[in-house]
């Protein structure tokens, strides 16, 4: 039996760094450039890297693991799985990342990737013998991302999303097969794994978790529904023996393991909060070594016993076991780390890591309450500074992926996914002040300083609907939690006046589906603790985005295709103006898609990739930059954007 050695899903906890309450320690990074002339100008690269290797196998001693990168290539990297020395890195062409690395009976490597929209998943082959990659195509022109890998003695079969596509590769005649998708509705395949006579097992996602039972042809021969009350995905699949292992991930962030008994066809018994990526790549016999609540245990399958070992330093991120090397286990974390675990002394211990750190996209900004911008990176985070006087930058790199940040009162507050977490950082160590996991939330795009509260708007997590309007005060730790204010809606961005907040929604959740037939506008009033007025200020549009006050008090609002001004007394639309079209017909998730500042008599905005300039009397909106992804005021009063890694300025004159 061979299958794909995969990680978590990118929108789930296992594998972002979180915030550690321990110092994080400032880089020093070298100085870009002040800007001095008016108009647009490009600043370089903010100092936020990491490795980020979600995808990793081994094979004969050893390691085969993918670096991500913000705007590509991803590396494949090959290291020594008993010292960590790097072999070799190799660049995978019009790639951003893999979650999928598998090894051959034949010990070729076999690598799925991703690269967003642009590029589409692709498949790889590394031959070790030549040491050459080969890029075997795209399997299927619709599908952005192939999650998992798995290979048998004849074939090489792939799962991929949107559309939850099976494919298989065949080595000996290069064809590339579309099997079609084994669960209508299904949008994922999230992992695979191949039985010795070629049933394939494939863990489903989206609106289920279920698992789907196939012929070596792609045939669905039945689909295995979990074995409890949840909702959520098939996550980690393995075959080991007469056993499939099922690792699941809850809307609720519960990660059980079930077992399953393929010769009578039943579950057997269900092993709770299971934390490793891979369930099935450290088996000896019938027994498994997983990790459960951050320590390293032996699962008896037969029995569903377990036995904790007592080691717990893994390195940072998702954490996997790859396999043994004589009586040494060995494992990665998803931050580039090699662990070690010697199960005759009962020790571990940690390699240093080898990979070749990558760019990490920005994902966030903000103005900082030190004279500086703020930014926070994407995967593995980070956080990092620049001072528009001198041009220095610092990078902080334990910290987690930031959504959104704000300053409040003297100090920065980073909304960190996953599980909805807040964090105040005075420059040395994150405190968590929130932590909404157990409310089912993620992600906290957008935050606002609110008189004595920190505001902040929450999408749910994958497979659950309902976001939350969520209000914090740092000083004395009283918090508020208002979920569904707007039913089935997530709470995308948020603005502050007079004691009122001002929220944006989007109709879309965990779910991959619309809720509602329009996005509101709504007012909460902090003092009564209540809902003063919802608005639809665009009819047809599913997500709206950030909102802004003018000068004079008019509320200012921007999605991707329209832009609306509101009166804030009453919520009535006072004016709208459509700036471009949008397919929202075709839409399963839009969130967090738009930026908007009120600065210099003017507003200033991103959305659809494009940053405009925009006349509040006219409401012509003048492009001035394109592709951007974030677009920020910065503390000296210029306009500050990114994409990818990539870090710009507009000096406003």
Request: aromatic share 8%.
């Amino acid at each position: 039996m061979r299958r794909a050695l995969t990680a978590a899903c990118l929108l789930v906890a296992t594998l972002a760094v979180p915030a550690r309450a321990e110092t994080a320690p400032e880089r020093p990074a070298s100085t870009l450039p002040a800007p001095e002339q008016c108009g647009f100008a490009d600043l370089g690269s903010l100092p936020l890297t990491g490795a980020t290797t979600a995808g990793t196998a081994m094979d004969r001693g050893r390691i085969y693991s993918v670096t991500s990168s913000a705007s590509g290539p991803a590396l494949l990297g090959i290291r020594d799985a008993g010292d960590g020395r790097l072999i070799a890195e190799h660049p995978l062409p019009r790639a951003l990342g893999s979650w999928a690395v598998t090894v051959a009976e034949d010990h070729t490597v076999y690598v799925g990737t991703y690269g967003g929209a642009e590029h589409k998943g692709r498949l790889f082959r590394y031959d070790p013998e030549d040491d050459k990659v080969t890029e075997l195509g795209v399997p299927v022109d619709s599908e952005t991302f192939v999650w998992t890998v798995a290979a048998t003695e004849d074939y090489v079969y792939g799962g991929t999303s949107g559309n939850g596509h099976l494919v298989r590769y065949d080595p000996d005649t290069g064809e590339t097969k579309d099997l079609g998708r084994p669960v209508p509705g299904q949008g994922f395949i999230r992992d695979l794994a191949v039985d010795d006579d070629g049933t394939v097992y494939a863990g489903m996602g989206s609106s289920g978790m279920q698992v789907a039972v196939l012929s070596p042809d792609g045939e669905v021969r039945r689909v295995l529904d979990a074995p409890i009350d949840a909702t959520g995905w098939a996550y980690d699949v393995d075959v080991v023996g007469r056993y499939l292992l099922v690792r699941y991930e809850t809307s609720a962030a519960k990660k059980p393991l079930a077992v399953y008994d393929l010769k009578r066809r039943t579950w057997l018994h269900v092993t709770e909060d299971v934390d490793s990526l891979t369930v099935g790549g450290a088996a000896r016999g019938h027994v498994v070594h997983l990790v459960q609540k951050g320590e390293l245990i032996r699962l008896d399958l037969r029995s569903g016993r377990t036995t904790k070992l007592g080691m717990t330093e893994f390195g940072e991120g998702g954490i996997r076991t790859l396999g043994w090397r004589g009586n040494t286990l060995v494992g990665t974390s998803s931050t580039g780390g090699i662990w070690h675990y010697d199960r005759r002394t009962g020790k571990g211990r940690l390699l240093d890591g080898t990979l070749t750190g990558q760019p990490v996209a920005i994902r966030s900004m903000t103005e900082g309450p030190d004279g500086r911008l703020y930014a926070g990176g994407f995967f593995t985070g980070g956080l990092a500074a620049y001072d528009p006087g001198t041009g220095a930058t610092q990078f902080w790199p334990r910290v987690g992926q930031s959504e959104g940040m704000v300053t409040h009162q003297g100090k920065l507050y980073l909304g960190v996914y996953p599980g909805g977490r807040i964090y105040e950082f005075d420059g040395t160590a994150p405190k968590l002040l929130l932590n909404l996991t157990e409310q089912e939330q993620d992600r906290p795009f957008s935050l606002v300083s609110a008189g004595d509260w920190l505001a902040f708007g929450t999408v749910p997590k994958s497979g659950t609907e309902g976001g939350a309007l969520g209000l914090v005060n740092p000083a004395t730790g009283e918090s508020r939690i208002r979920r569904n204010i707007i039913p089935g809606h997530s709470v995308v961005g948020v603005t502050y006046r007079d004691g009122v907040v001002y929220g944006a929604t989007s109709v879309f959740g965990g779910t991959g589906r619309p809720l509602d037939t329009v996005a509101k506008v709504f007012a909460y009033d902090i003092a009564a603790d209540r809902l003063l007025w919802q608005s639809a200020p665009v009819p047809g549009d599913l997500a709206l985005g950030e909102l802004a006050f003018d000068g004079s008090g008019k509320l200012w609002g921007l999605t991707p295709d329209a832009l609306f001004e509101m009166d804030p007394a009453t919520g009535e639309t006072l004016r709208t103006a459509k700036h471009q079209t949008y397919p929202w017909e075709n839409q399963t998730q839009v969130w967090h898609d738009t930026d908007l500042v009120f600065h210099a008599g003017l507003l200033w905005g991103k959305t659809q990739g494009k940053a405009y300039r925009i006349d509040p009397a006219s409401m012509r909106m003048t492009l001035i930059a394109r592709p951007v992804s974030n677009l920020e005021k910065g503390p000296d009063g210029n306009m500050y954007l990114s994409r990818n890694e990539r870090f710009y300025t507009y000096r406003v004159c």
